[in-house]
């Protein structure tokens, strides 16, 4: 797996690094098929203070791409929001995989198609 971690407008300092990185492991540990991640951490300049600094993540896993943003007054707020947002993007993918897993299952089953 391959981990990108890179910001706008802003320096990423190892402490946030690490802070992302933690955050991760949590949306990582449901899903073990990952390719890459990347993640985006930005500033901009707009009127609304709420919403200037944006996190941005892109996770390629086997099959399709999940995409999750988030933006909050504080940076480490919007990563927890964002690690939440991608959690439950992986949980449904994974849950999706699954469902159809087992319906394929039952398809090839002959005794289980009269039923």
Request: charged content about 30%; overall charge positive.
């Amino acid at each position: 797996m391959n981990l990108t971690i890179s910001g706008h407008h802003l320096d990423v300092t190892p402490a946030l690094r690490n802070y992302v990185m933690e955050k991760l492991g949590r949306v990582l540990r449901h899903f073990d098929q990952v390719i890459d991640v990347k993640v985006l951490l930005s500033v901009h300049n707009e009127s609304e203070k709420d919403k200037r600094q944006r996190a941005e993540c892109n996770v390629r896993v086997k099959g399709s791409d999940l995409y999750a943003g988030s933006s909050h007054f504080d940076l480490y707020a919007a990563v927890d929001a964002l690690v939440d947002k991608l959690d439950r993007k992986v949980v449904k993918h994974k849950t999706r995989l699954q469902e159809r897993r087992g319906d394929a299952s039952k398809r090839n089953m002959p005794g289980l198609a009269a039923a």
